[in-house]
């Protein structure tokens, strides 16, 4: 099955940036990632998605300020994230969807300073 492995999050001060990566793994074929993320005390609300048909969504709390982008002959999807707030502060989680299943990564933590 499908494995995702995610990296980059970290302590940012406000108005700082951050990269987060999300490589998967396996034998795939037409997979489509996302990032997600679970702040304290909320549940888990999309922040992204790239399909491999070129669409994009963006959580309007993100919008001018993430962008999602891919690299596909590495399977990997990364979300730059720039500006960053205190509110963004969550475990962020990639999310792929692969021949109709779905799969998650481990989370990465993001804490933003203010």
């Known amino acids: 099955q499908v494995q995702l492995l995610e990296s980059g999050g970290g302590l940012v001060q406000a108005g700082g940036s951050l990269r987060l990566s999300c490589a998967a793994s396996?034998?795939?074929?037409?997979?489509?990632m996302g990032w997600y993320r679970q702040a304290p005390g909320k549940q888990r609300e999309l922040v992204a998605t790239?399909?491999?048909?070129?669409?994009?969504n963006y959580a309007d709390s993100v919008k001018e300020r993430f962008t999602i982008s891919r690299d596909n002959a590495k399977n990997t999807v990364y979300l730059q994230m720039n500006s960053l707030k205190s509110e963004d502060t969550a475990v962020y989680y990639c999310?792929?969807?692969?021949?109709?299943?779905?799969?998650w990564g481990q989370g990465t933590q993001v804490t933003v300073s203010s």
């Open positions: 999310k792929a969807v692969h021949l109709g299943r779905l799969y």
């Open positions: 790239f399909t491999s048909g070129g669409r994009t």
């Open positions: 396996g034998s795939i074929f037409s997979i489509n």
